[in-house]
């Protein structure tokens, strides 16, 4: 019998733990459910580009889907004793990536609701981050034995392009222009990549990455 996950393994081995766990969370979310997309793909390779030996990037991504609960938990405890002002902005950005597609899966909402959890947030510090990234509070997980659930989800339709930019600032339905500006304005201090030094250059870089994304959404929105 094995005493240490393959993860806790991998751990041993790094100089800088807080890195491949940063990394080891990200790859799980993209993968959560059950599919890994060019786009995920893509954002991982030029998050971890440049990394070294440190973050190994196809590594991680089969550790991640054999990880268990328990290896998520540690990465996420590993990263919330670094330093505890970490905690907010790294669930920020993990809404901010679950966000991109243009609408949030129920596994992604627990997801989430799980990383608040271990990070020692709670949903009133999940409710807080959210409101400062949205001005309102992080939804309820959707109901599979709803059947307004079913008639949603029925076409199996992506979201539109505007739905999904939308989405990325926070947003949804028809927002004045004024709201998609204060939106934008919010998340750019949200994705500010000073606050995610102490997590390590992959943090910082996934920021800068997303800030990116979120400044060409809001673009595409107010039509510069």
Known sequence: MELLSEFERTLITRKEPTRTCFVLVLCW????????????????????????PEVQLEELLGI????????????????RETNPAIRRPILQLVISLALVDGHLLTIENHIVRLMADV???????????FREMTGHDFPEPEDPGDPAFWERHRTGASPSTRAQDLAALGLEGNPSTDEIRAAFRRLA????????????????KTAELQFKRIRAAYERLVGA
């Open 119 to 129: 990070l020692g947030l709670g949903l009133d510090g999940l409710n807080d981050a």
């Open 29 to 52: 979310l993209a993968q959560c459910d059950g599919h890994l997309g060019e786009d995920e793909r893509e954002l991982l390779r030029q998050v971890t580009a440049g990394s070294g």
């Open 189 to 204: 201090k949200v994705h500010h990549p000073d606050r995610f030094a102490s997590a390590g250059p992959e943090a910082v």
């Open 64 to 79: 991640a889907r054999r990880a268990t609960t328990g290896d998520i938990q540690l990465a996420l405890e590993i990263l």
